[in-house]
RNA sequence: AGAUCCUUGGUGCAAUGGCAGCAUGGCAGUCUCCAAAACUGCAGGUGUGAGUUCGACUCUCACAGGAUCUG
């Protein structure tokens, strides 16, 4: 395999740590308690909802009890009303990292959120002075009153690669190129491509839990029939109760969003269960593509273990063993 | 049984007799601090059979299927 040499030859003093991800609902939690169990393994939860408190229906959170003694980190850290973002991911997540090696323990990236994922694995750099608000909601305001186009202009002019890589629809995106401009005096395209280049920052195993398309959706349907059982609706209720607000990042989340309505009267449960449902498969189906794109991951797909998990286990076993010990 | 209306992508709807569109779902993709977010692309259709016409989703007839009313 010509893979690129010198990231392989670079990692062998880098700490080690193991990735278990996947589609929504593919079974990662089951088999990562397993993992950490055999590996010494403490769990780092990479779940852009999971870190939220009181959150735990909707996001199918797992129950202390599940836990069986492996410590988890990264979870309930939060208030719904608080943001999170890739950025404050990777500082808490490598610091998690450095603790868990100090106590001579394998750390356990777990979850949905590819997103995080790559911003730890590769060591993405954001700098918290590449942020400045205050110029984030004026562009907004500006694309509010003047369009999507007067903003697009405006990128073109400071940045025009990211201009032609952006499309001019996608305001958050223009929004954030043009605000790295801004911050920094330069094009985010070029802080992309150097970060791009950046070695990876972990000797990974990086696995990627998959299943035929067909079972999963099968899987999410379940699911979310279980999560309305559960009681998603007084969930939500709560969370709207104690000032948690649609806008904010916590309630976008597929589950919430699509309940709120329901609370107001603006259609039934059943809708929402269709909708959630619907926006889970095509959430699935947008990780799939992503962990596709990432290069260096080890898929797992069950039907090729015949879903029988003490062998996926045995599987994922030897690859740490083999990768990460050698 | 009779009368009236209806039949267009998987679903819900558009289209003076003149290039069959929209929404949604499906599939594929983008992504370097809101990522369970935001965004892009592709495929797919006139119920069947005749007729009128240069030309039919559109007009006529038959058939099939559906809806409503009458008995």
């Known amino acids: 395999m010509p893979d690129i040499p010198e990231r392989k030859t670079a990692s062998a003093d880098l700490p080690p740590l193991v990735i278990l991800t996947g589609p929504t609902a593919v079974g990662k939690t089951s088999l990562s308690i397993r993992l950490a169990g055999e590996l010494g393994g403490e769990i780092i939860s990479a779940d852009s909802v999971q ?28 208030e719904p009303t608080e943001s999170f973002d890739a950025f404050r991911f990777r500082e808490l997540a490598k610091e998690k990292a450095a603790q868990i090696h100090a106590r001579g323990k394998l750390p356990i990236v777990v979850g949905g959120t590819g997103f995080y994922i790559q911003a730890l694995l590769r060591d993405i750099h954001f700098s918290q002075q590449e942020t400045d608000e205050a110029y984030r909601q004026s562009l907004w305001e500006m694309a509010e009153r003047d369009g999507a186009q007067v903003l697009h202009e405006m990128l073109r002019k400071a940045d025009p690669e990211s201009a032609d890589a952006i499309p001019a629809e996608n305001i958050k995106r223009v929004i954030r190129a043009l605000e790295y401009h801004h911050t920094t005096g330069q094009p985010i395209s070029v802080h992309n491509r150097e970060e791009s280049l950046r070695p990876a920052a972990y000797r990974a195993c990086y696995f990627v839990l998959s299943d035929v398309r067909e079972r999963l959706y099968e899987r999410i349907d379940r699911r979310v029939d279980e999560m309305m059982e559960a009681g998603l609706e007084g969930e939500v209720r709560g969370l709207l109760e104690e000032g948690v607000t649609p806008e904010m990042t ?36 947008r990780q799939l593509t992503w962990f596709r794109r990432e290069g260096d991951v080890i898929w797992v797909p069950k039907d090729r273990y015949g879903y029988d998990e003490d062998a996926i286990l045995r599987e994922l076993i030897r690859q740490v063993k083999e990768t990460l010990c050698s």
């Open 51 to 78: 870190v939220y408190r009181r959150m735990d229906i909707g996001s199918a959170k797992i129950l202390p009890d599940e836990m069986q003694g492996i410590p988890h980190h990264l979870i309930d850290i939060l």
């Open 250 to 285: 916590s309630m976008q989340a597929i589950g919430y969003k699509e309940m709120v309505p329901v609370i107001r009267g603006a259609y039934t449960a059943e809708e929402a269960a269709y909708r959630i449902k619907r926006n889970t498969r095509h959430f699935a189906k």
